[in-house]
């Protein structure tokens, strides 16, 4: 199970039914949040996280485009991509990447599909 979970999405909407799910279900999990890449990677630098939320479509930095820099700050994170984008390049990029897919909207099993997955 996982900890220490960073959502990183620039809706602060977005992130408040995240980390509601989360909390909510889910005892004795921090939950901290980034409302943008950059400031993602400056958590990600205090902070090993086991488990990353992380939006696609964000100003700067895409999620795509942060992922591996967060995978290196943070050592065997498992990283979900959510994203209403579910075209077949981003989830062959995704997979590419080594993340899992999600497609938004975020639900309960979605958040319990990842939250519980096994590391590989």
């Known amino acids: 199970m996982l900890k220490h979970v960073l959502l990183v999405d620039d809706s602060a909407i977005s992130r408040v039914m995240l980390k509601s799910l989360i909390e909510d279900n889910y005892a004795n999990v921090c939950?901290?949040?980034?409302?943008?890449?950059?400031?993602?990677?400056?958590?990600?630098?205090?902070?090993?996280?086991?488990?990353?939320?992380?939006d696609l479509n964000m100003p700067g930095q895409d999620g795509l485009t942060v992922a591996p820099k967060l995978q290196e700050l943070c050592p065997?994170?498992?990283?979900?991509?959510?994203?209403?984008?579910?075209?077949?390049?981003?989830?062959?990029?995704?997979?590419?990447?080594g993340l899992s897919f999600y497609a938004k909207p975020v639900t309960l099993d979605k958040v319990t599909d990842f939250m519980t997955a096994q590391s590989s």
């Open 31 to 54: 939950v901290a949040e980034a409302g943008t890449a950059e400031v993602a990677l400056e958590l990600c630098k205090q902070q090993k996280y086991e488990g990353i939320f992380l």
């Open 76 to 97: 065997n994170v498992r990283i979900a991509l959510l994203t209403a984008n579910f075209q077949e390049r981003v989830q062959i990029k995704a997979e590419d990447l």
